[in-house]
């Protein structure tokens, strides 16, 4: 069970480490960066049942990152662990807001979106491509290149 848990907070953190690191070799950090003092950073992390991720990928490359951009949703990176179970079934994304009550608006907004509600439907034809989701809201400390 602390394996369980242990592995649930690190394979996310060390993806989203890797991703910042790989990040700043790839694009300018500025990119990222806040623009206003209540800028909050959101790590969620899906699950997807056994055999589904690449439909989750295929999901988000080509509606849910276009869907959240309308939505003054940021996205910051989108990653999948390189270890086993998470890299069979786990997604993990950053999106920046620029305030916690933001964040609440935009995902009202978009789980409200008449697109967003005829992908899901359309994507989960089959069967559900997501079985649990996790949420973070996270500030970044002073030390951190995204600010």
């Not at 060390?14 to 790989?22: E, F, K, R, Y």
Request: without cysteine.
């Amino acid at each position: 069970m602390f394996k369980s848990r242990l592995g649930r907070v690190l394979v996310p953190a060390a993806t989203l480490a890797v991703g910042i690191a790989i990040g700043s070799f790839v694009s300018p950090l500025s990119t990222v960066q806040a623009q206003s003092a209540g800028q909050v950073y959101e790590l969620r992390t899906y699950t997807a049942p056994e055999g589904k991720l690449k439909a989750l990928e295929a999901r988000f490359r080509d509606d849910t990152v276009r869907i959240f951009n309308r939505h003054n949703m940021k996205s910051v990176g989108y990653f999948t662990p390189q270890d086993a179970p998470g890299s069979s079934n786990t997604l993990v994304y950053l999106l920046a807001h620029p305030s916690r009550d933001a964040a609440k608006k935009n995902w009202d907004e978009f789980r409200n979106d008449p697109e967003w509600k005829k992908v899901v439907a359309e994507t989960e034809a089959n069967g559900k491509i997501v079985e649990k989701v996790e949420s973070v809201f996270l500030n970044p400390l002073d030390f951190s290149a995204l600010k």
